[in-house]
T-cell receptor, first 109, second 115 residues
Framework: GQSLEQPSEVTAVEGAIVQMNCTYQ??????LSWYQQHDGGAPTFLSY????GLEETGRFSSFLSRSDSYGYLLLQELQMKDSASYFC??????????FGGGTRVLVKP | TAGITQAPTSQILAAGRSMTLRCTQD?????MYWYRQDLGLGLRLIHY???????GKGEVPDGYSVSRANTDDFPLTLASAVPSQTSVYFC??????????????FGPGTRLTVL
């Protein structure tokens, strides 16, 4: 089976940088994905890491270390609209996802 | 393009009753998925379908059934609802399941309350 751990909440100010960690234990692993979910909304895809290293997309970067079973999502130049929950998800065979419990990010002015 | 639509938006259901949650996608994606999300928690996979005519069990399949008669539709049925099935249900789709990850696209969700 799979299990993932994420910190429950992070608070930061506008313009700051926030890092959200994700550790996982898995019996089958293709990669690690990240999804954003605003309150009352649907999850939306942010990024995917299959190999070790950093992937950057605009203000978002995601990192994976397969040997450490660890990844993180980095948000730079925080904006109020970034207030949301962020979920890491292990991608297994058949593109099936197992989600962590999510990190709630609160951005303050 | 609508993407993925789900119906109903919300529903209150008496325990013991049956209900079908509808999901339709217009992206011609091969794979479709059903998740449930309990308050303050992550999503858990209920059932999935890699292609029309095939289905599989996810992490929490008990009490639910699915069918995939065509590419676009993937209904989820609760045969006899119980209060523990109170949750928000999300349908998702992706365009491939082989050769690496493909982003999953989620519908707006159905909020179900079983009393």
């Amino acid at each position: 089976g799979q299990s993932l751990e994420q910190p429950s909440e992070v608070t930061a100010v506008e313009g700051a940088i926030v890092q959200m960690n994700c550790t996982y234990q898995t019996s089958g692993f293709y990669g690690l994905s990240w999804y954003q979910q605003h309150d009352g909304g649907a999850p939306t895809f942010l990024s995917y890491n299959a190999l070790d290293g950093l992937e950057e997309t605009g203000r978002f970067s995601s990192f994976l270390s397969r040997s450490d079973s660890y990844g993180y999502l980095l948000l730079q130049e925080l904006q109020m609209k970034d207030s949301a929950s962020y979920f890491c998800a292990v991608v297994a065979a058949g593109n099936k996802l197992t989600f962590g419990g999510g990190t709630r990010v609160l951005v303050k002015p | 393009t609508a993407g993925i639509t789900q119906a109903p938006t919300s529903q209150i259901l008496a325990a013991g009753r049956s209900m079908t949650l509808r999901c339709t996608q217009d992206m011609r994606h091969n794979a479709m998925y059903w998740y449930r999300q309990d308050l303050g928690l992550g999503l858990r996979l209920i059932h999935y379908s890699n292609t029309a005519g095939t289905t599989g069990k996810g992490e929490v399949p008990d009490g639910y059934s699915v069918s995939r008669a065509n590419t676009d539709d993937f209904p989820l049925t609760l045969a006899s609802a119980v209060p523990s099935q109170t949750s928000v249900y999300f349908c998702a789709s992706s365009d491939r399941v082989q050769g690496g990850q493909s982003a999953q696209y989620f519908g707006p969700g159905t909020r179900l309350t079983v009393l």
